[in-house]
């Protein structure tokens, strides 16, 4: 093991100060909270770490096309959950794309890991009866084993409010071709008001 021939000689200063000045390239300022390093013309926050410099971050996505004046009905095949994005709220995804596009869950690089918080409003005609929710990859890889199923015991055609939330990490064909959000129902019924609130949690690339 060799020691590098360069000793890094760290200025002390207030956060003030550090606001006020450019940091030369490779230079560091430490403050009682923060150490700050000079990196392409930026204040960069070594430590702690920056979220927003990691590439980690959060976006909402809310459809808007069915509401529960007018619902999308489902059957017993196996369905997409609707989302159209109608509105989005990802000021602070920190990412170089969206992580929800094309009605599936995208992923920026292999090995990344995101949290989703799929919430929605639904009933089933049978108080019995039982939704599956689950993402559906397109490689084979068992993402359908990222699955909940739901129940409704309040009673039939009676309106239920849910909010599940799934950990998953991207593989390549994650990558390319998305993950599905779906559903399988032992009955027919309807939802609406679905929101997807997803959150990167970690950046491979970083």
């Known amino acids: 093991m060799k ?16 606001n006020d000045v450019n940091i030369e390239q490779g230079a560091m300022l430490v403050t009682d909270e923060s150490l700050f390093m000079g990196f392409n013309g930026e204040q960069v926050r ?8 990691m590439g980690l971050g959060w976006a909402r996505y809310d459809d808007t096309q069915y509401t529960g004046a007018s ?14 994005k109608g509105n989005v709220n990802d000021s602070h995804i920190h990412s170089g794309i969206d992580y929800y596009a094309d009605n599936k869950l995208k992923s920026e690089f292999e090995n990344d890991v995101y949290i989703v918080t799929i919430a929605f409003k639904a ?5 019995n009866g039982y939704i599956d929710l689950y993402l559906e990859g397109g490689n084979g890889t068992p993402y359908e084993r990222v699955k909940d199923t739901i129940t409704f015991p309040k009673g039939n055609n009676v309106e ?4 599940k939330t799934f950990q998953y990490y991207a593989d390549e064909d994650v990558v390319t071709n998305g993950l599905s959000v779906k559903m399988l129902a ?3 019924g309807n939802i609406h008001d679905v929101i997807y609130f997803i959150q990167r949690t970690q950046n491979h690339k970083y």
Do not use: C, L, M, R
Not at 46 to 53: A, T
């Open 3 to 18: 020691n590098t021939a360069f000793k890094v000689h760290v200025g002390s200063a207030t956060q003030n100060e550090v």
């Open 46 to 53: 070594v430590f702690p770490p920056q979220s927003d410099k």
């Open 71 to 84: 619902p999308y009905s489902f059957t017993t095949d196996a369905f997409t959950v609707p989302n159209n």
């Open 123 to 127: 009933q089933i005609s049978n108080a």
């Open 160 to 163: 239920h409010t849910f909010a």
């Open 186 to 188: 032992s009955d027919s």
